[in-house]
Each structure stands twice: as structure tokens, then as C-alpha cells.
Nanobody, 118 residues
Framework: VQLQASGGGLVRAGGSLRLSCTAS????????MGWYRQAPGTQRVLVANSWGESTKYSDSVKGRFTISRDNGKNAVYLQMDDLKPEDTAVYYC??????????????WGQGTLVTVSS
């Protein structure tokens, strides 16, 4: 499975960006798709995940970010509104794939930089 992310860029505080990520390759069995981010000097952390009809958001983005999926296009999106300087990070697309009973493989995209200026 390959994950191709796009949509990062430079935006002013209060602005919006939309990240996109498309999965390709042997995509059968993809379960969770979502986004993580990593700011300089910090660990990679969850932003939002989507599986089935469920979603999960980090507390820091609840009410500002919205994750959505288009299973027909094998894609996941992250609409980011009311961006803040602390949202500045490299954003990574994530997916896991069921390869057997209770066995999943993780995949990561290449990362896309989001910079929010004050």
C-alpha cells in the first residue's frame, strides 16, 4: 500500500487548509485511515482517525478539524479550519490494513508540511 498526501502549505492564523491522501496498491482490507502530525522536537501524535462509521479526534483539534473518507476513491481528507500557530507540523497520512485475524499492518505517507503564521 502506498499513501500519497497533499494539501499542505502556509496559511495565516484563522485560515483553512484541506489535506488529501490517496491509497494505492494492494488496498484490500484497509481499515483505519487518518492523520498524525509531528512538530519539530516532538513525537508524532494522532490528529484524527476514521474507521467504519467512527471517528476520533485529538482534543486539540476537536471542533476545528473534520476528517472524512471516500472509500470509492480510497481517500481520506482532513479539513482544517480556524488554524492556529500551534498546528504547525508535518502531517502524515496513516492507514492500517488487516492481513489476518487480529493482524494489521501500518502504512505511512510521506508527510506534508503545514505552517500557520501568527
Amino acid at each position: 500500500v502506498q499513501l500519497q498526501a497533499s494539501g499542505g502549505g502556509l496559511v495565516r492564523a484563522g485560515g483553512s487548509l484541506r489535506l488529501s491522501c490517496t491509497a494505492s496498491g494492494r488496498i484490500s482490507g484497509i481499515h483505519v485511515m487518518g492523520w498524525y502530525r509531528q512538530a519539530p522536537g516532538t513525537q508524532r501524535v494522532l490528529v484524527a482517525n476514521s474507521w467504519g462509521e467512527s471517528t476520533k479526534y485529538s482534543d486539540s483539534v476537536k471542533g476545528r478539524f473534520t476528517i472524512s473518507r471516500d472509500n470509492g476513491k480510497n481517500a481520506v481528507y482532513l479539513q482544517m479550519d480556524d488554524l492556529k500557530p500551534e498546528d504547525t507540523a508535518v502531517y502524515y497520512c496513516y492507514a492500517d490494513q488487516r492481513v489476518g485475524p487480529d493482524t494489521y499492518v501500518d502504512y505511512w505517507g510521506q508527510g506534508t508540511l503545514v505552517t500557520v503564521s501568527s
